[in-house]
Nanobody, 124 residues
Framework: QVQLVESGGGLVQAGGSLRLSCAAS????????MGWFRQAPGKEREYVAA????????YYADSVKGRFTISRDKAKNTVYLQMNSLKPEDTAVYYC?????????????????WGQGTQVTVSS
């Protein structure tokens, strides 16, 4: 079993930055692809970004491309989401997820493990 815990959320003004962290425990993330998703009130969970096990391949939703960066530190068993130039429409609960097959997908149903989420609020 993999347990994922997100941190780093908060309140920030538009144009500001935040870095989210997702720490894994229970087992190493060796071979796992990782993703970040978000869900705003009244909306469906939305894909944000994903990264391969090696870290050599990263993928982004069009809405965050050029502003967000996903990365991972294998030694720390942690995945990050650096968010720059934040906009009010980025406001949501952000979740990290792990895919045990190592598949870097965009659909949340493909992921096996989820964190509890961290709130990001961007004020205008």
């Amino acid at each position: 079993q993999v347990q994922l815990v997100e941190s780093g959320g908060g309140l920030v003004q538009a144009g500001g930055s935040l870095r989210l962290s997702c720490a894994a425990s229970g087992r190493t993330l060796s071979g796992y692809a990782m993703g970040w998703f978000r869900q705003a009130p009244g909306k469906e969970r939305e894909y944000v970004a994903a990264i391969s096990w090696s870290g050599g391949s990263t993928y982004y939703a069009d809405s965050v491309k050029g502003r967000f960066t996903i990365s991972r530190d294998k030694a720390k068993n942690t995945v990050y989401l650096q968010m720059n130039s934040l906009k009010p429409e980025d406001t949501a609960v952000y979740y990290c997820a792990a895919d045990a097959r190592g598949y870097v997908g965009r659909r949340y149903l493909e992921y096996d493990y989820w964190g509890q989420g961290t709130q990001v609020t961007v004020s205008s």
